[in-house]
């Protein structure tokens, strides 16, 4: 695919972004910012954006349905 890179870890995933005009990742949020990096807001299922901030994670992570995982009990 053209204009693909790929870097390994969200460090370097980070890194290369960072430097890179234009550029769009994914990383881990500590890593974004750590690194100072911009990231979108996304819609959620009430269809308000929000962006990722402690609250907003508190928030999804109390209304998610966790039946289907394994590691719910570690909440």
């Given amino acids: ?3 693909r890179t790929r ?3 969200n460090e370097g995933v980070a890194a290369y972004v960072k430097q890179l ?3 769009i990742g994914y990383v881990e949020y500590a890593y974004a ?3 100072a990096l911009a990231w979108v807001s996304m819609q959620n299922a009430d ?3 929000v962006q990722a ?3 907003t994670f508190a ?3 109390a209304n998610a349905d966790w039946s289907q995982t394994a590691v719910w009990a570690l909440f």
């Fill in 1 to 3: 695919m053209a204009g």
């Fill in 7 to 9: 870097r390994k870890g």
């Fill in 21 to 23: 005009k234009y550029s």
């Fill in 33 to 35: 910012k750590q690194n």
């Fill in 47 to 49: 269809g308000k954006f």
């Fill in 53 to 55: 901030f402690r609250e």
């Fill in 59 to 61: 928030a999804a992570a």
